[in-house]
């Protein structure tokens, strides 16, 4: 091993011992980046600071005023955009559940080392933007136009290659109506954040988070299936690593329940007092829409259906859904189960790969239903009833 | 153990073994809150979502219009205070600096079980609101007043203890000109977001994060010393767990140095081309203002000062500062190192205490400088030089 050279400072993917607990490298991605505290569940959109973020490499230092989106390859006429050329063509806007391909990964056993996602890599937002089907169309695609190739300003190494982070589409998901793949430059009706890819970033409703390239430079239209690493070596459904898999791409069914109660601080376990409980959470799929919510109270065994909130319209955003429980004191094991309208549930047991992505296992949530007179450990006067 | 009483989902504080790998717990605390990533370091006031957030238990479900906080205790005429109410004061605006008193945690040996911060828990911004002193003077101090309790919506178990969180300062803290304590309303001017404090919280510029009560729902003046679970309990440098302890209180010196080239997604070791580098940061401190900043690049052998950035009169914020580096082929460490203008400096040797706080040992980023011809491992056409 050359000692300047990369493979110096980044190794090949790596499956954990069974039981294993996490290392310094998966701490310092879960650091950086951040989940959805789930009680932020209760949002229809979600406030700024709580969506999840995950930068594979560092956050660029983005100058929108020096900013440029190259639009070229099989194209009759190469175009370069700017942010503000963009806000002249008619604006759309969409609310989106975003979830990266590796939530659920740390629930895995044996768990894949990566970020160290439980269940919180989600969120919502309104993107705004110019749908990519015009921009396409005005540039002209020539002959054998078959993928369009994104590429985004974050720069590093990853399993030991150099690169920007870049990925392809299928032309006919680049181009199609429902869902529309937007160039966005607003969340929430403000400028993108930094670490949500300002100046402009791709969003492809109703597909995992890695289809999203934020800090968009580049839109390429290729011949030739694009086998950059971030297309053909991560986000790949493998049970052994020199299997091609099958590529990672909409979004699994998967419903989440606002813990209720309060937490404890250092285990998270939820505490409840006896009586009446309202169970409440949203529910997605990237494939159809949602049509069943069930929950469980007693750990899968018995399940019962969830009331659906009203259909918003928001096709490619998370439902509410809302379900009853009367808490009695205890210990229990709440989990919830959706199913959308293309037949696909969750899982009970785990869909394990290499990879760790679309681990759309049911969420187990423990709580502690204390006794009627169990508040002998408050702290003096803490007054509230949670 | 009653089965269904909190000791049952809430054990003592712990210290993890030397060389133990982190626990389910600690990354439960790692994906929900997050810090901030240290390329943020660039901006002079964090943008929103890159700011460091913890809250200890969940981010509560405030509503604006019927939130009131009450001002209590030795006071001469209780006061029932809403959000709109304070925003008829004349507001003041301060650009502060605010740590976490558990920054540096995950790197102490053996490791305190809590948040896992590396060196992150960290962020800037400008705080609107009303003094807190004149608040205070308004309500009347009763003869006998000695400190303010603050209390937060927040509600939870913590070791055992059920309580909303709660802490206080001294009187001469509370009423104090320089810093002044600020009830506030706004984080770089607009509302507070859900998971830092809305609608009012307390900042306390030059204290560590604990004492910067969020979700603020009560001031209560007091003749006697607070002595609840966040004050006697946790936040106290002790070496043996029945030492009462010395209080968690101001800022010590840091210095951050923004980490240079770009990373490997899964190590996050930096690597660098040869050539000139711009090593650059943010350095604060509690006590004084930053004095000395010095930067190493053999691990701490030899320091060379930095330059510091103009002083902007920001005194309780972070103040930039940079030095040169020549990258050459092979392994860097960089390190970092702050001095006030009281005297105190980061110490090279960890300051280990049983509950993590104050660790304000050096930074040390590791860098590989490539070989001049290091790039045959690059993604194709990847283009950008970083």
Redesign the interface.
């Known amino acids: 091993m050359?000692?300047?050279?990369?493979?110096?400072?980044?190794?090949p993917a790596r499956i954990a011992e069974v039981g294993?607990?996490?290392?310094?490298?998966?701490?310092?991605?879960?650091?950086?980046?951040?989940?959805?505290?789930?009680?932020?569940l209760?949002y229809d959109v979600t406030?700024?600071?709580?969506?999840y973020?995950l930068?594979?490499?560092?956050?660029p230092?983005a100058d929108a005023d020096r900013w440029r989106i190259r639009l070229d390859g099989l194209v009759h006429e190469e175009r370069l955009l700017d942010p503000a050329a963009l806000r002249e063509y008619p604006a759309t806007t969409v609310r989106v559940t975003l979830e990266c391909a590796g939530n659920g990964r740390?629930h895995l056993s044996p768990r894949p080392?990566?970020h160290?996602?439980?269940l919180?890599?989600v969120g919502t937002a309104e993107w705004t933007g110019v749908p990519l089907r015009l921009l396409l169309a005005e540039a002209g695609l020539a002959p054998g136009a078959r993928e369009v190739v994104f590429?985004g300003?974050d720069?590093?190494?990853?399993?030991?290659?150099?690169?920007?982070y870049?990925r392809s589409l299928p032309l006919a998901v680049a181009t199609g109506e429902d869902p529309e793949v937007l160039v966005a430059y607003a969340m929430n009706g403000q400028p993108l954040?930094?670490?949500?890819g300002f100046p402009v970033r791709l969003v492809v409703p109703g597909w995992y988070g890695m289809a999203h390239v934020k800090w968009l430079r580049?839109i390429t239209v290729t011949a030739e299936p694009f086998t950059?690493?971030q297309q053909v070596t991560a986000y790949r459904f493998r049970q052994e690593p020199d299997q091609p898999g099958e590529p990672v791409t909409r979004i699994a069914p998967r419903a989440l329940l606002i813990?209720p109660g309060?937490?404890?601080?250092?285990?998270?376990?939820r505490?409840v007092r006896p009586g009446p409980v309202t169970l409440a959470g949203r529910a997605w799929s990237g494939a159809a829409p949602i049509a069943l919510v069930e929950v469980s109270t007693d750990g899968g065994a018995d399940w019962t259906r969830a009331e659906l909130g009203p259909d918003d319209g928001h096709r490619w955003a998370w439902r509410s859904w809302h379900a009853p429980w009367r808490a009695e004191?205890?210990?229990h094991v709440l989990t919830v189960r959706a199913t959308d309208a293309a037949g696909q549930t969750q899982p009970l047991e785990q869909p394990w790969n290499r990879g760790g992505y679309g681990n759309n296992l049911v969420q187990r949530v423990?709580v502690?239903?204390?006794?009627e007179d169990?508040?002998e450990?408050?702290?003096?006067d803490?007054?509230?009833t949670?």
């Open positions: 050359d000692e300047a050279s990369l493979s110096a400072v980044s190794t294993q607990d996490f290392e310094a490298d998966e701490i310092a991605l879960a650091t950086r980046n951040h989940g959805l505290p789930l009680e932020a209760r406030p700024p600071g709580l969506h973020v930068a594979h490499y560092d956050i230092d740390a080392i990566g160290p996602w439980l919180e890599a590429t300003a720069h590093g190494v990853e399993r030991g290659v150099e690169q920007d870049r954040p930094p670490q949500h580049g950059g690493f813990p309060f937490p404890d601080f250092m285990s998270r376990t505490v004191p205890g210990h423990p502690l239903c204390l006794g169990a508040d450990n408050a702290d003096e803490t007054g509230q949670p």
